[in-house]
């Protein structure tokens, strides 16, 4: 971060977010230009570490499957990428997935409801698998919030001690509030409104893709589900990778796949039905059910 700015990063990103919306994607970005803000860079040393991703099925019948794990995986129809989303911009393609099965699953049917799109009783989830040691950049958890990630907070934790003792350096402070206005944009409840994700998607791109950022190429974020509810946010974390690392013979592979029947009683969400695939083409990446 360049010593010689002397901002308010508070009534900064308010600035910014008074701009008609159409400004306020390239006014972020151009700002993270300008200022260059140090992120924290760790690498994920998880050797077989899982990720999952689900998607609902697009109509009820007990009979549809997905055929091929492109239909679950990132978009590669990028020219029909014409939203914002929390981690991506028009014609962007993120890897989006979470370390445990049951977030992806609520953050699917949560932005179902926001969307009002059909609801179907019936998800596949997708399985990738870490092949190879991965460069990360974590979004801090909000120190503030009632609900916490203890892993996410521990790595929060250990990089505010960073902070504290960076010699030589004036602007402690105002780098861990600018973390903090970060954190809580990645945290942004759904929305059908793609606006509210300017910012987030600004700071991904920033992060994924800028070349003066960081000296090591960053492969993916981490950061908590926005799902308020404490035992959610502790059983696991968000991941959106760059889609350069997925595949096979690459960094995560796919390994396998799972339709599932889920009904919600009272208590919570219910799984009744579950088949696993039988195999995966690694060819062409056709799933035998």
């Given at each position: 971060?360049?010593?010689f700015?002397n ?22 970005a ?9 992120f ?16 609902s ?12 794990n ?8 990028f020219?029909?990428i ?11 393609s ?22 009002n799109r059909?609801?179907s009783n019936?998800?596949t989830?997708?399985?990738?698998q ?19 990630n ?29 973390h903090r206005?970060?954190g809580?944009e ?8 793609q ?8 700071i ?11 000296r ?32 096979y ?41």
């Amino acid at each position: 971060m360049e010593e010689f700015l002397n901002y308010d990063y508070r009534k900064i990103f308010q600035t910014i977010r008074g701009l008609k919306p159409i400004l306020q994607y390239a006014a972020c970005a151009k700002f993270f230009d300008l200022i260059r803000p140090y992120f924290c860079c760790c690498n994920l040393n998880a050797e077989n570490k899982l990720f999952f991703r689900v998607r609902s099925h697009p109509h009820p019948s007990k009979d549809f499957y997905f055929y091929n794990n492109s239909d679950l995986s990132f978009r590669t129809d990028f020219f029909n990428i014409n939203s914002y989303g929390r981690c991506n911009g028009p014609f962007e393609s993120i890897f989006y997935c979470s370390d445990h099965p049951m977030i992806s699953f609520l953050e699917v049917t949560n932005l179902s409801k926001k969307e009002n799109r059909s609801k179907s009783n019936y998800y596949t989830t997708g399985i990738w698998q870490a092949k190879q040691s991965l460069s990360l950049t974590p979004i801090l958890e909000n120190q503030r919030r009632s609900f916490r990630n203890d892993q996410l907070t521990k790595i929060t934790n250990n990089y505010l001690k960073t902070i504290d003792n960076l010699p030589n350096y004036s602007k402690k402070e105002e780098l861990k509030e600018f973390h903090r206005i970060i954190g809580r944009e990645f945290t942004k409840d759904f929305s059908s409104d793609q606006n509210v994700y300017l910012l987030s998607a600004a700071i991904s791109n920033y992060l994924l893709n800028s070349s003066n950022n960081q000296r090591i190429k960053i492969e993916g974020l981490l950061y908590p589900t926005c799902i308020k509810h404490g035992a959610v946010r502790e059983i696991g974390l968000n991941y959106a990778f760059d889609p350069c690392v997925i595949g096979y013979n690459k960094k995560i592979e796919f390994v396998g796949a799972y339709r599932s029947k889920m009904e919600k009683r009272k208590e919570g969400y219910y799984q009744t039905e579950l088949q696993y695939c039988k195999k995966m083409n690694r060819n062409t990446g056709e799933i035998l059910w």
